[in-house]
């Protein structure tokens, strides 16, 4: 173990090549060698190495060439500010050299202005920073121009349709964008994006301007657009025409509306993203909407040049066999023994439930449950080797009808009691305090945030899965889609409780012992894969989850999943083997395998959804018998 992050500038050979990079040795044990080479990377170093620490010492060490800094919270951002304002000057970087970008506008170095009037003086700051949410939601070029590199020609592919061309003349040279970019965990946060509808397509349905399959006569001898499967919709004008018939009809398209600087440039965006996206409208019927998101990958692209490093202390679970990103994995990254429960907590409590009638009848059985559970909770918090207890649970329970009970949060403040609520936290941290446990333990539920890039419980050695939870499948869809990766929702879980996992001392380097205890209805399975991989800081031992067979799949679509299997081997290959896959199934056919109250492509959307979190795009199709598939 190290007792502190050394980041030095060096030269390693890399592929046959000596490419100068930052060597870096993490608090953990671990070394992570980033090439000075352009392209996107992810840095699995481990929670609680010290990545921000090294990230600090790295932007000390190249903020001449341009840096963007972005974490997940404006108390991580201003904490940045303070260090760079602290130690830049010792190193040349001066305050004056640094902006700060979020919504607290009064905080020290904050200036939104600069961002919204003046982007060009914004350019000059050599280094800016920002929350994950400003950077995915600000145009590329605000963010990444930087007027300090000159003379040196590059193509600034900031999107697929906003490409300034190099070369054109020798005389003609173009500014480098900002060379480092780094990004302080993987964002979760929404990204700017546009739901396009029947109404806002059409806008842009002329035929003339955008048609390119074949023109027929129609009844009145006027020439047509013949509506066949081959027809094809692209814009035919060019971008700065679209863009200003975009701006046109802003206010309808649902556009930004003020006209300062940074909303233009958002705009632009959402112009792109129709441009870039322009043939579904063709195909987007009256009911059907369709959002069309920027992504951090649309950063990444050949010819980049500059560096996007993501610093993920779990990314080798999530960016596992990425054709995208380079990932830098680090071999040592924990050495706290793991001590799991051997006997489970006995857990019978649904969280979903048809309606209110159910969810009411079955009250008198969730109390005594509940206070059976309370139970085995005390036995482990009040342990005399507890230093602290993490207790992760569900957010609330889940009514599927459309008027649920109105009693969220009911607190009696008259007899100071809690009657049964959808909040679980605070339910079950009023039935601890009955018991007389008002201390020693923090209760959270599932994917609120505090379940990952947190200290706050570093001190704790116990941690709680309280009842199962399963990421929905179209969570890890959008994580796919967002970052061109192929992670499985059994990594992607694995991923979310080593991250809970990973906010107890263990991430302290220390060696001290933690103890792991879950609920019945947890499958023993998850939770040895989870030891596994945190005493071997490997995923490849994880890849036994995945047989031949597809016991992986849920139940209820792998009958379906199979019959398409059979139909094409390689898209078996490709579920099992984390390959992305695009296939257009014949809706007939998929009615014949799994026939629906109604024969329409939009009673299989939860199935769409659930391979999209497999790494495969179904695309449903009409009137046609035969399967097509496209790796």
């Known amino acids: 173990m190290s007792s502190k992050v050394n980041v030095n500038m060096t030269i390693s050979r890399v592929d046959g090549m000596y490419i100068p990079g930052f060597s870096i040795n993490f608090l953990n044990g671990g070394f992570s060698y980033i090439p000075d080479w352009y392209g996107g990377y992810v840095i699995a170093s481990g929670c609680g190495s010290g990545k921000t620490t090294a990230i600090k010492e790295m932007i000390l060490k190249v903020f001449n060439y341009g840096v963007v800094y972005s974490a997940a919270t404006i108390d991580e951002c201003n904490k940045m500010y303070q260090f760079l304002v602290t130690e830049g000057p010792n190193n040349g970087l001066f305050p004056n050299d640094i902006v700060v970008l979020h919504s607290e506008f009064d905080t020290p170095g904050v200036d939104l202005n600069m961002m919204r009037s003046n982007s060009n003086d914004l350019h000059d700051k050599k280094v800016i920073i920002c929350t994950h949410y400003k950077f995915l939601n600000e145009h590329p070029e605000i963010l990444l121009k930087y007027n300090k590199l000159k003379n040196v020609s590059?193509?600034?592919?900031?999107?697929?349709?906003?490409?300034?061309?190099?070369?054109?003349?020798?005389?003609?040279?173009?500014?480098?964008?900002?060379?480092?970019?780094?990004?302080?965990?993987?964002?979760?946060?929404?990204?700017?994006?546009?739901?396009?509808?029947?109404?806002?397509?059409?806008?842009?349905?002329?035929?003339?301007?955008?048609?390119?399959?074949?023109?027929?006569?129609?009844?009145?001898?006027?020439?047509?657009?013949?509506?066949?499967?081959?027809?094809?919709?692209?814009?035919?004008?060019?971008?700065?025409?679209?863009?200003?018939?975009?701006?046109?009809?802003?206010?309808?398209?649902?556009?930004?509306?003020?006209?300062?600087?940074?909303?233009?440039?958002?705009?632009?965006?959402?112009?792109?993203?129709?441009?870039?996206?322009?043939?579904?409208?063709?195909?987007?019927?009256?009911?059907?909407?369709?959002?069309?998101?920027?992504?951090?990958?649309?950063?990444?692209?050949?010819?980049?040049?500059?560096?996007?490093?993501?610093?993920?202390?779990?990314?080798?679970?999530?960016?596992?066999?990425?054709?995208?990103?380079?990932?830098?994995?680090?071999?040592?990254?924990?050495?706290?023994?793991?001590?799991?429960?051997?006997?489970?907590?006995?857990?019978?409590?649904?969280?979903?439930?048809?309606?209110?009638?159910?969810?009411?009848?079955?009250?008198?059985?969730?109390?005594?449950?509940?206070?059976?559970?309370?139970?085995?909770?005390?036995?482990?918090?009040?342990?005399?080797?507890?230093?602290?207890?993490?207790?992760?649970?569900?957010?609330?329970?889940?009514?599927?009808?459309?008027?649920?009970?109105?009693?969220?949060?009911?607190?009696?403040?008259?007899?100071?009691?809690?009657?049964?609520?959808?909040?679980?936290?605070?339910?079950?941290?009023?039935?601890?305090?009955?018991?007389?446990?008002?201390?020693?333990y923090k209760i959270i539920h599932y994917m609120s945030g505090l379940d990952r890039a947190t200290n706050e419980f570093r001190e704790y050695n116990q941690i709680v899965f309280l009842g199962d939870f399963k990421v929905p499948d179209s969570v890890v869809g959008k994580f796919n889609f967002d970052y061109k990766v192929n992670t499985t929702p059994v990594l992607f879980r694995i991923y979310q409780m080593a991250q809970a996992v990973c906010r107890l001392c263990i991430r302290e380097n220390s060696g001290r012992p933690i103890s792991i205890s879950y609920t019945s209805d947890i499958d023993k399975l998850f939770i040895d894969k989870l030891v596994k991989y945190l005493y071997n800081s490997s995923v490849e031992i994880l890849d036994d989850i995945k047989s031949a067979s597809f016991d992986f799949i849920k139940p209820k679509w792998r009958g379906v999943i199979e019959k398409l299997c059979e139909l094409d081997y390689e898209l078996k290959l490709s579920i099992l083997n984390q390959k992305r896959y695009y296939i257009e199934v014949p809706l007939d056919l998929l009615y014949e395998i799994l026939p629906m109250s109604r024969k329409e492509s939009s009673k299989y959307n939860s199935l769409v959804n659930y391979l999209r979190g497999l790494g495969i795009e179904m695309k449903i199709i009409s009137n046609a018998r035969s399967l097509g598939f496209k790796s």
């Not at 048809?354 to 036995?379: G, H, P």
Request: hydrophobic residues 30%; glycine residues 4%.
């Open 154 to 440: 590059f193509k600034n592919n900031i999107s697929r349709s906003h490409k300034v061309i190099s070369g054109i003349s020798d005389e003609i040279k173009y500014d480098l964008p900002r060379q480092n970019i780094f990004i302080d965990e993987v964002p979760t946060c929404k990204s700017i994006g546009i739901k396009i509808d029947s109404l806002k397509k059409s806008v842009f349905f002329e035929p003339e301007k955008y048609f390119t399959g074949n023109w027929i006569k129609n009844s009145k001898g006027e020439d047509v657009p013949e509506m066949k499967k081959t027809g094809n919709y692209v814009p035919l004008i060019d971008l700065e025409e679209f863009e200003d018939k975009c701006n046109e009809f802003k206010n309808s398209l649902g556009f930004f509306k003020e006209d300062c600087q940074s909303n233009k440039m958002r705009n632009l965006i959402l112009s792109d993203l129709i441009y870039d996206n322009f043939n579904i409208l063709k195909g987007l019927k009256d009911t059907e909407s369709v959002n069309l998101t920027r992504t951090m990958s649309s950063l990444l692209y050949e010819d980049m040049k500059t560096r996007l490093m993501i610093f993920e202390g779990t990314g080798d679970l999530t960016f596992h066999k990425s054709e995208l990103f380079n990932l830098l994995n680090v071999d040592t990254k924990y050495n706290s023994p793991i001590f799991v429960d051997e006997n489970p907590i006995e857990f019978n409590i649904k969280r979903s439930y048809r309606n209110n009638s159910e969810f009411l009848n079955q009250l008198e059985f969730r109390n005594y449950e509940w206070d059976r559970v309370t139970n085995s909770l005390i036995d482990i918090i009040t342990r005399p080797s507890s230093t602290g207890t993490l207790i992760v649970c569900w957010k609330g329970y889940k009514i599927k009808d459309d008027d649920p009970v109105d009693y969220i949060d009911s607190y009696d403040e008259v007899n100071k009691s809690y009657n049964e609520s959808f909040n679980l936290s605070k339910n079950i941290e009023l039935l601890l305090s009955k018991k007389g446990v008002n201390f020693g």
